[in-house]
């Protein structure tokens, strides 16, 4: 029989385990706070339970770690790109981005990803799996363990598709903000879709306090489907309209992810296009220019078309900014470091690096 995840459990869950074991509830508060708040790498390091039951929790449930392959540092701005093996061999990626407010971690929701988006790096060989909601914490607890530094925010916006994993990923944002554990406000957590709109409305639902970022990338249905299979599955008006729920249910404004593509959705003609989408609504949108992969057609805009793109959103008084670019010398657009380990690894027939 496989092994119970205890990572995953949240502390109701792991005081009814703790029960079964014979043991009073109190131990399972502090197994809890050995797991999600001193992030321990072994149970072996949980001083104030008795070795008893340290080797009944050995047997019984797996401890899930991840286990750190490779680092690369942005000698530009500090950025840290962490790839990490799991436990069946699979590779996913993070990021550790340090700004003025705090640091913030990018984290994967997949290994691989399914969606087929035509300029992402992370879709190239497809879905391996989803991650458990213990392999999604796992990720921000090396980091934070790794680095010494405190992360206060999270971005869901790594490999994968986080609502094609999710109930993974309900189970995972409510062991991140709570109070028993690292306790991260959901108003520091950011999950970006690319518009699945059943699950859109289901997290509105959940009334989290988390931002929603909706992989929007194009001002017409023709334009997006040529970029987007979930386009030919739900059109942008279905996808604003779940928008619009989620931003009643819950009062946070919705952001809108927009990659220029260099003569693709970057024109005048896309700018005032997605005016009329976007006026009216309590949004931002967040320009991004494409990052080139070397097996992928699109290219990014060049920086003057991106700044008159987002004048012109500014004119008709959208909130507007371009991202701010961390770690271009890093491997580049995300999913692609994970992918040269693939390449490198098929290359070399080793699933060693
Ligand atoms: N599946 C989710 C989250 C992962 S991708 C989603 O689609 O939102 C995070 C963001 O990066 C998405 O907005 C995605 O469209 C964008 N992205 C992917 N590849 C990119 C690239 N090469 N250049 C710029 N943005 C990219």
Redesign the pocket.
Known sequence: MDKKDIKSMNLNELKEEIATLGEKPFRAKQIYEWIHVKLVDDLEEMTNISEKLRTRLKEEYEFTTLEIVDKQVSKQDGTAKYLFRLKDGNLIESVLMKYKHGNSVCISSQAG?R?G?K????TIAGLKRNLLPSEMLEQIYRIQKESGERVSNVV???????FDNYDNLVRFLKILTNENGLNISGRNITV???GLVTKIREFAEENMQVTL?I?L?APNDEKRKSMMPIANKYSISELLEACQYFFEKTGRRITF?Y?LAQGVNDSEEDARELIQLVKGMNCHVNL?P????EELE?EGSAKKVAEKFKNKLEKSRINVTIRREMGRDIDG???QLRRRYDRTDREEGTKEC
């Open positions: 990803c969606m988006c300029f992402c790096a992370s869901v916006m790594g490999t994968g598709e986080p970006s879709t690319c970022a992989s990338h992810e990659s991004i494409i990052n080139p992969v699109f657009a995300c999913g």
